[in-house]
């Protein structure tokens, strides 16, 4: 193979992305550098932040350029490597995005261990995803035994492990999903005490009261607008609320408008906080060994949503939006060789 397949911004989403807003480019093979390795993909990450970053408007982190390859979270396969760190066969995960080869700086690099599962999980509940949900919840949800965590998004990538985790520290936890089927899993599955199916419900905040007869003592937020101001209302006294995630309000294109909930932070002494999982960087391996450790033990489940094929990524991830993936929504590209 001497060409490279790319996906580039090849404009700017206005509302729900579209195949429109993405183009497919070939290039020659890149050739890596001083301090850089050849990679071949065989997982994509395709994740809810990326539509953001397809906005110019002032976020977290810089908006994809247009004309740039997507950025995202990827494992593959070393095939040339100048650092000796990394010799060809090694699997490696980093964030060189939505192509089939990469010149990746080493240093940004990590290596995956076959040996410890699958790789694709270095993608999800031991990589990215799961240490979104380790810090935010520990670090900020604070559950203790007996306390009523409740989870938007709860059978999304972050939202399932959240909830898992919850269980593992003594809490009650209580999702919000979106479908019958999403449902039975949390409940069946994964255990948690209560799910709410959001879409079947004629009155979330009847259904949440009805679910959360103590109130609420830890809500994490993965979606943000009418789902959150309902679960605000229902906040108990030094109540928590890590916020990950906005999904419901990714694709507007006005200015959203709701509750005022300065009084109700303020009634129940609550801290309200936003993070991003680099928050946390320095104590990122103590997470990921925890991690490890429930999902070898059983304590911690998850659920991939693999879509097989690099053409198909668009489609992964505008699939995002309409809720129908459980668990991590990935994109195989290819399959470890021999080196």
């Known amino acids: 193979m001497s060409v490279n397949d790319k996906i580039i911004l090849a404009s700017r989403p206005e509302g ?37 970053r397809m906005s110019d408007a002032k976020s977290y982190a810089p ?15 070393v095939m040339e490597s100048s650092d000796p760190r990394f010799a060809p066969g090694d699997i490696v995960s980093g964030t060189w995005g939505w192509q089939r080869y990469a010149a990746a700086e080493t240093a940004h690099l990590m290596k995956v261990d076959p ?39 709860a059978a999304g990538a972050v939202g399932m492990i959240v909830g898992q985790i919850a269980k593992i520290k003594g809490a009650r936890v209580v999702g919000i999903a979106g479908t019958e089927r999403k449902v039975r899993y949390l409940k069946e599955e994964l255990g ?5 199916d959001y879409k079947a419900a004629d009155n979330i905040q009847a259904a949440l009261e009805q679910a ?4 609420v003592d830890v ?7 009418e789902i959150s101001d309902a679960v605000l209302h229902l906040i108990n006294r030094h109540a928590r609320i890590p916020v990950c995630g906005q999904i419901s309000l990714y694709n507007l294109q006005d200015q ?73 929504q990935l994109v195989k590209v290819g399959e470890i060789t021999e080196p």
């Not at 740039?68 to 990827?74: L, M, T």
């Not at 809500?219 to 607008?225: I, L, M, P």
Request: net charge negative; glycine share 14%; proline share 7%.
């Open 16 to 52: 729900v992305p579209s195949r429109e807003n993405f183009e497919f480019v070939s290039e020659p093979l890149p050739q890596p550098q001083a301090g850089q390795a050849l990679v071949r993909t065989l997982y994509l990450s395709v994740d809810p932040y990326m539509r953001g």
């Open 63 to 77: 908006p994809y350029a247009v004309g740039d390859v997507i950025r995202g979270g990827a494992v593959g396969q």
């Open 115 to 153: 040996a410890d599962g699958p790789i694709s999980t270095s993608l999800h509940v031991v990589g990215m995803t799961g240490l979104t949900a380790y810090f935010g919840l520990l670090r900020i949800g604070d559950p203790q035994p007996g306390e009523t965590v409740v989870v938007s998004g």
């Open 192 to 196: 948690f005490d209560e799910v709410i």
């Open 212 to 215: 959360c007869p103590n109130g």
């Open 219 to 225: 809500y994490f937020d993965n979606v943000g607008g």
């Open 256 to 328: 959203d408008v709701g509750p005022r909930i300065q009084p109700l932070l303020l009634k129940n002494t609550a801290l309200m906080k936003g993070f991003l999982v680099g928050d946390y960087a320095a104590e990122a391996e103590e997470g990921r060994k925890e991690l490890a450790g429930w999902v070898k033990k059983g304590l911690i489940q998850y659920e991939e949503n693999i879509i097989e094929g690099f053409e198909n990524t668009p489609d992964a991830f505008i699939g995002l939006f309409s809720g129908d993936n459980l668990g991590k």
